[in-house]
């Protein structure tokens, strides 16, 4: 044993040599490309504290800013059948699932569904997972909305979804197309029951999502620069062969042609929410005796 090599050389070096940051304490805005602390980051709602850009946030570093005092009651989404049609490709489709149930916290697929108070009031959310398979719409997707729908009823609450998704699962074919017709009476029932069904759009809301139940809110709501649409705008370009025009497909754009009634910054998303609800909810009083009911 070498004892200038194997004791003296490694002391010497881990006295100079410079400790690196761990990278996992600083992230990279996308849009603006400044440096952010990623516990000022995750504080701010993971939103550039520097440009205000919305970056993907998950269903449960998202709940707790929505309900009161952050308390909230998750719901197990049903049991279905996993990989109904044996679809294969790089990889066999309940290995995909597997590993992306793995990365989740233990989640089962891509929607997470919770119900607590928001202001003072009953309410269901269901958010769909980017971060899960594109939040693609598979029948758990569609199991879980309707889960959601008929426990709104149930408990005659309001419906606040929260949208993000590629669109249908291809792995699961015409079980997920299905979706769209099932989610579609989900979110009629909750209507005919008198109840509001808000939804907010997040960056991406695309595909068999946006054309079932993202698109039939009594309001949509967006959060600032979310892609929303059914195809892409490259898939767009490339059919129609023209140029798009700038925002196209942004929430921004959208609002201003009427396809979404406000775009709100995910900070006064909740008390946004809040007065919507009592808006809906809450039935109009008016004096008889006043003036003004009186000319009426």
Not at 46 to 52: E, K
Not at 95 to 104: F, V
Not at 231 to 237: K, L, S
Request: proline share 5%; with cysteine.
């Amino acid at each position: 044993m070498n004892w200038l090599t194997n004791f003296v050389r490694p002391k010497l070096k881990a006295l100079i040599s410079r400790k690196e940051t761990p990278e996992t304490l600083w992230l990279k805005c996308p849009k603006c490309e400044q440096m952010l602390f990623m516990r000022d980051w995750e504080a701010n709602q993971q939103v550039c504290t520097h440009c205000g850009h919305h970056m993907r946030i998950k269903p449960m570093k998202r709940l707790p800013h929505l309900f009161d005092e952050g308390r909230f009651e998750q719901h197990a989404l049903p049991k279905v059948p996993v990989d109904p049609l044996k679809f294969r490709d790089t990889k066999r489709y309940d290995a995909k699932l597997k590993e992306a149930q793995s990365k989740s916290e233990g989640r089962s697929d891509a929607l997470v569904v919770a119900s607590g108070l928001m202001g003072n009031r009953t309410t269901v959310v269901a958010l769909l997972d980017f971060d899960f398979m594109g939040g693609s719409m598979g029948t758990a997707v569609g199991e879980g909305l309707v889960m959601a729908a008929e426990l709104a009823v149930a408990r005659k609450a309001p419906l606040i979804v929260f949208s993000a998704s590629g669109g249908a699962r291809m792995q699961e074919g015409i079980l997920s197309l299905m979706q769209l017709t099932r989610t579609t009476i989900a979110v009629r029932k909750v209507k005919e029951a008198g109840l509001p069904y808000i939804v907010v759009l997040t960056d991406p809301t695309t595909g068999g999502v946006s054309a079932s139940f993202a698109m039939l809110g009594d309001i949509h709501i967006a959060e600032p620069d979310a892609l929303i649409g059914f195809a892409g705008p490259r898939v767009i370009q490339d059919t129609i062969r023209q140029e798009l025009p700038a925002g196209f497909q942004r929430a921004e754009y959208l609002l201003e042609h009427g396809m979404v009634d406000a775009v709100v910054h995910r900070h006064k998303l909740r008390e946004t929410l809040v007065r919507l609800v009592s808006l809906l909810m809450d039935p109009l009083v008016v004096d008889t005796n006043s003036p003004v009911a009186a000319t009426a």
